[in-house]
């Protein structure tokens, strides 16, 4: 079973900036955050690969930056020019393979991170 734990939420003011942290027990190949509004489905944010390939949700894009540290198991999420719209809740999910950037795809996931921005 893969654990995926993560850390790094936090209240910020518009325009600011935060780093979630996603320590994974065993690598999958394919690391993706996603994120949850009250009263929203579940979306995507961004994920990568064992390679370093990435893929971004087009309402974060220029923004926020995934990346990975393989000796760490840790894939991180950095956030800049945070907007209002951006809070919710932040999972982490782990898959197999190239997928595409939709919570079905993933198989495994972390219990989430809560994001707050404020105008």
């Known amino acids: 079973q893969v654990q995926l734990v993560e850390s790094g939420g936090g209240s910020v003011q518009s325009g600011g900036s935060l780093r979630l942290s996603c320590v994974v027990s065993?690598?999958?190949?394919?690391m993706g955050w996603f994120r949850q509004a009250p009263g929203k489905e579940r979306e995507g944010v961004a994920l990568?690969?064992?390679?370093?390939?990435?893929k971004y949700a087009d309402s974060v894009k220029g923004r926020f930056t995934i990346s990975q540290d393989n000796a760490k198991n840790t894939v991180y999420l950095q956030m800049n020019g945070l907007k209002p719209e951006d809070t919710g809740m932040y999972y982490c999910a782990a898959g197999y393979g190239w997928l595409p950037l939709t919570p079905g795809a993933f198989t495994y996931w972390g219990q989430g991170t809560q994001v707050t921005v404020s105008s």
């Open positions: 065993s690598y999958t190949g394919c």
């Open positions: 990568i690969n064992s390679s370093g390939r990435t």
